[in-house]
């Protein structure tokens, strides 16, 4: 045993890992996979919540296309209908004025 350093153990092979023990009968003890199993459940969690908040964002942004153009449309159908009420309004005036023209003539005749 020449050459070893003082108060250490080999354990054969596989110097570096700890000797094997008894976790459940899996053998050596391998802290990556006592929990690979929640990983993947996880990962799979996440990625089901990523898509499922994807669909729903782009749900929502169709709705809020839809609901934007409708809502151009009704500014656009406002306008419009406040231009006819204008011109109404103007026709209207001229007849008034007409008719009241035809009244003073008729005033002065009578």
Do not use: C
Request: glycine letters at 8%; a neutral charge.
């Amino acid at each position: 045993m020449a050459g070893k350093a003082p108060n250490t153990r080999s354990y054969g092979a596989a110097a570096t890992a700890p000797p094997p023990s008894n976790y459940g009968g899996r053998g050596a003890y391998n802290p990556d996979s006592l929990f690979s199993g929640a990983r993947d459940w996880q990962n799979d969690d996440v990625e089901a919540l990523a898509s499922d908040q994807r669909s729903r964002l782009l749900h929502t942004n169709e709705r809020l296309d839809d609901h934007s153009d409708r809502l151009a449309r009704a500014h656009r159908t406002a306008l419009q209908s406040e231009q006819i009420g204008y011109e109404i309004q103007g026709q209207l005036r001229e007849d008034r004025e007409k008719l009241e023209r035809a009244y003073g003539k008729m005033s002065m005749i009578t």
